[in-house]
């Protein structure tokens, strides 16, 4: 997912966390991020909501507290908190219907139009109902199904969100936004092999498709394969030079491994174009973001 994809999966990614913990490597360097997961052999770090796997044979101290060498450290019990409760979607298909007339497809997309506007006014319970009115009409309608996947997505239930997916792509096996959408689930429900797989599916069909260019770029970063997310980011940008989200992953990226200056260089510009595209939540974000840099 910023195309509908991209937009939100970029911005929720900017947001610093809480509170952060200083982090200094026996190289020198040091990191700020909030240490989200632990164990014996390395710490989950997030930065600016993409989650950092560092291992603490590299790190010197957390908070001034020396690490010692993982042979000479306990198994530490790492204790999860039960995840929220969420509202259960029960799914099922909407009933065929033998035949629909012209009349009824065309009120089907109409439709669908007021549920794509709900949409890009965030007013998703709004967009959710058009879309199920469409369904109603034409319970074989790729596109319905598609937005209600996206809709639950962005409620934050994107455990929902998979079957409508799932049936936009059985209804029409090439539909490459559905498919990089089921990239965009798995990715936030942290299943990250899962999303790769998708949007790698993705540009099978569409190549240059730059939301999945962009999701493998937070995918791979978010599972410590750092060169890998910078190339499909360098990707997305040689696509269009002019796409924001790509500048402000590498930014990310550049960041999470000390590289202040690369990780400035790609903020200002991904500045440049929200600002150009006035996105006042992306230029928010990154002026967040601008401030933590060393001077």
């Given at each position: ?8 999966l ?8 809480v509170y952060?913990?200083?982090i ?7 990191v700020e ?8 052999k ?7 909501g ?9 790190i ?6 020396k ?18 409760v ?5 799914f ?8 629909i007339?012209?009349?009824e497809v065309?009120?089907a ?7 794509t506007?709900y ?8 967009a ?18 598609y937005?209600?996947g ?5 409620k ?5 969100a998979?079957p ?5 792509i059985?209804l029409s096996?090439?539909y490459a936004?559905a498919?990089n959408g089921?990239g ?18 993705t540009?099978k069909?569409?190549?240059n498709n ?6 493998l770029g ?5 599972i ?22 790509a500048?402000s ?5 550049y960041?999470?491994l000390?590289?202040?200056l690369d ?23 990154i002026d967040?973001?601008?401030?933590k840099?060393?001077?």
């Amino acid at each position: 997912m910023k195309t509908v994809i991209c937009i939100l999966l970029l911005v929720l990614a900017f947001f610093a966390p809480v509170y952060a913990e200083t982090i200094v490597f026996k190289t020198g360097k040091t990191v700020e991020g909030k240490i989200v997961e632990r164990n014996d052999k390395a710490i989950k770090v997030d930065i600016i909501g993409i989650p950092v796997t560092y291992y603490l044979n590299d790190i010197e101290s957390i908070d001034g507290n020396k690490i010692m060498p993982v042979e000479q450290t306990k198994p530490l019990e790492v204790k999860k908190e039960p995840p929220p409760v969420k509202e259960k979607i029960n799914f099922e298909p909407f009933p065929q219907k033998k035949t629909i007339s012209l009349g009824e497809v065309k009120e089907a997309q109409e439709d669908f139009q007021k549920g794509t506007g709900y949409f890009k006014e965030k007013k998703y319970d709004e967009a959710i109902a058009e879309f199920e009115k469409a369904l109603k009409i034409d319970p074989e309608f790729a596109e319905g199904y598609y937005g209600l996947g996206y809709a639950y997505c962005y409620k934050n239930q994107c455990d929902a969100a998979l079957p409508y997916f799932e049936k936009a792509i059985e209804l029409s096996p090439n539909y490459a936004d559905a498919i990089n959408g089921l990239g965009y689930a798995y990715g936030n429900l942290g299943n990250y092999d899962k999303g790769i797989e998708y949007y790698l599916k993705t540009l099978k069909i569409k190549e240059n498709n730059l939301d999945a260019l962009n999701g493998l770029g937070y995918a791979y970063s978010s599972i410590g394969k750092y060169q890998e997310g910078i190339n499909y980011f360098k990707k997305a940008i040689k696509v269009n030079p002019e796409y924001a989200p790509a500048y402000s992953g590498l930014g990310i990226v550049y960041y999470s491994l000390t590289q202040f200056l690369d990780a400035k260089e790609n903020f200002l510009k991904a500045r440049e174009l929200y600002k150009k595209d006035n996105d006042e939540q992306g230029v928010k974000a990154i002026d967040e973001y601008l401030d933590k840099l060393p001077k």
